[in-house]
């Protein structure tokens, strides 16, 4: 049974730390591309970082440069976030993509074919 199971999300006070996690189990996704998307009441779910396995490079949505730190251990991907913002509230969620290289430009939700079930984030 394959799937990505978030956590680490909660509320926390502005200018607060969370670091969120999610562990795929079911098959091997070490070696494609993952990321975090968030998705706020009212809005269209946006991507937030990514990062694949080769040269380990990353995206950052520019709202979150600088604040959000994105790794990966194995079959786990980790978003640490420093300096939280109101803006910031959203449900947060993982996803694998359908390629193993991460693309440069923002990433689209279509591509990334596997989902958890997300985790809220209140600032």
């Known amino acids: 049974h394959v799937q990505l199971v978030e956590s680490g999300g909660g509320s926390v006070q502005a200018g607060g730390s969370l670091t969120l996690s999610c562990v795929a189990s079911g098959y091997d996704y070490s070696g494609f591309c993952m990321g975090w998307f968030r998705q706020a009441p009212g809005k269209e779910r946006e991507g937030v970082a990514t990062m694949d396995t080769g040269d380990h490079s990353r995206y950052y949505a520019d709202s979150v440069k600088g604040r959000f730190t994105i790794s990966r251990d194995k079959n786990t991907l980790y978003l640490q976030m420093n300096s939280l913002k109101p803006e910031d509230t959203a449900m947060y969620y993982c996803?694998?993509?359908?390629?193993?290289?991460?693309?440069?430009?923002?990433?689209?939700?279509?591509?990334?074919?596997?989902w958890g079930q997300g985790t809220q984030v209140t600032v």
């Open positions: 996803a694998t993509a359908l390629f193993r290289t991460c693309l440069a430009n923002s990433p689209v939700p279509q591509d990334y074919g596997v």
